[in-house]
């Protein structure tokens, strides 16, 4: 997707027994959840944020192949420890901070 910024939430997921993932969710999980919810008359998703963000980490990941597509969603949900929107500055974590340069100590 090269610079393109989406707006829909990039998350981290920790799962039990697995290794922390994070995933770019896009409109065609944000489909899913709203044909889903309305088949399941599961709240809206400012009723039920961490449904919500938890759904739609499972479809990224199922899209993207974090997951095969066989996984079910009550799986995923019972394997999820925790799930967190990041923010833009969430994005340059591992590089670091660089440092302003100060005076020279000397």
């Given at each position: 997707?090269?610079?393109?910024?989406?707006?829909?939430p990039?998350?981290?997921?920790?799962r039990?027994?697995?290794?922390?993932?994070?995933?770019?969710?896009?409109?065609?999980?944000?489909?899913?959840?709203?044909?889903t919810?309305?088949?399941?008359?599961?709240?809206?998703?400012?009723?039920?944020?961490?449904?919500?963000?938890?759904?739609?980490?499972w479809?990224?990941?199922?899209?993207?192949?974090?997951?095969?597509p066989e996984?079910?969603?009550e799986?995923?949900?019972?394997e999820?420890i925790?799930?967190?929107?990041?923010?833009?500055?969430?994005e340059?974590?591992d590089?670091?901070?660089?440092?302003?340069?100060?005076r020279?100590?000397?």
């Amino acid at each position: 997707m090269g610079d393109v910024r989406l707006t829909s939430p990039r998350v981290r997921v920790l799962r039990d027994g697995f290794d922390p993932v994070e995933i770019q969710t896009d409109n065609r999980d944000l489909i899913l959840w709203d044909s889903t919810r309305i088949r399941h008359k599961w709240p809206k998703f400012e009723d039920a944020p961490f449904l919500w963000l938890t759904f739609i980490s499972w479809a990224a990941a199922r899209r993207t192949g974090a997951i095969v597509p066989e996984h079910k969603f009550e799986t995923w949900r019972d394997e999820v420890i925790e799930v967190v929107a990041l923010s833009d500055d969430d994005e340059d974590d591992d590089a670091g901070t660089p440092t302003e340069p100060g005076r020279d100590p000397g």
